[in-house]
T-cell receptor
Framework: GDSVTQMEGPVTLSEEAFLTINCTYT??????LFWYVQYPGEGLQLLLK?????DKGSNKGFEATYRKETTSFHLEKGSVQVSDSAVYFC?????????????FGKGTHLIIQP | GAGVSQSPSNKVTEKGKDVELRCDPI?????LYWYRQSLGQGLEFLIY????????KSGLPSDRFSAERTGGSVSTLTIQRTQQEDSAVYLC?????????FGPGTRLLVL
């Protein structure tokens, strides 16, 4: 079956550091890929998405590029802030319209220190 | 509001009791999903509804779990004869295109 693998953390960085959270996937066909974020005490929020190979999703300074050759969708941000502290989930969906259950990674807890 | 809403936000029950969890999707979204988030298992897909069609129940962990969706909108997830391992946050999401939008969840604690 489909699966998503991501570093679990916690990942601790200083403010303004460069961030990379690795995500790789195993799936048949051409899934859509997503990053969701869960801030402390809040629900899951869609951060960004990419629906086909070489697409780049971006939002709030975060970026991720759909790399089919390496089956990866790594999340990056050039300069993190304390407010970025959260748990980040990589996920995939087989149906292009999001019309199936998402397969999630286990989440990466990110801690940004001032 | 414009988002997915869930009720109750918290539920404490005794082992063996039945519980019902409710989800109101975003207006106009035809697809609705239930997930479970627990420390040991992470985020697990439970069940999916598309409009008024029969649901995809492939992710339900046991026959104690069931769900229905009335009129293609509100959904109820029912857990019968709850067990302690059912303790988790139950998340609902709705979708009309490429992404799913999540509600705040119901935190269930089975004593």
């Amino acid at each position: 079956g489909d699966s998503v693998t991501q570093m679990e953390g916690p990942v601790t960085l200083s403010e303004e550091a460069f961030l990379t959270i690795n995500c790789t996937y195993t799936a048949t066909g051409y899934p859509s890929l997503f990053w969701y974020v869960q801030y402390p005490g809040e629900g899951l929020q869609l951060l960004l998405k990419a629906t086909k190979a070489d697409d780049k999703g971006s939002n709030k300074g975060f970026e991720a590029t759909y790399r089919k050759e390496t089956t990866s969708f790594h999340l990056e941000k050039g300069s993190v802030q304390v407010s970025d502290s959260a748990v980040y989930f990589c996920a995939l969906s087989q149906a292009g319209g999001g019309a199936d259950g998402l397969t999630f990674g286990k989440g990466t807890h990110l801690i940004i220190q001032p | 509001g414009a988002g997915v809403s869930q009720s109750p936000s918290n539920k404490v029950t005794e082992k063996g009791k039945d519980v019902e969890l409710r989800c109101d999707p975003i207006s106009g979204h035809t697809a609705l999903y239930w997930y479970r988030q627990s420390l040991g298992q992470g985020l697990e897909f439970l069940i999916y509804f598309q409009g008024n069609s029969a649901p995809d129940k492939s992710g339900l962990p046991s026959d104690r779990f069931s769900a229905e969706r009335t009129g293609g909108s509100v959904s109820t997830l029912t857990i019968q004869r709850t067990q302690q391992e059912d303790s988790a946050v139950y998340l609902c999401a709705s979708s009309s295109s490429y992404a799913q939008y999540f509600g705040p969840g119901t935190r269930l604690l089975v004593l």
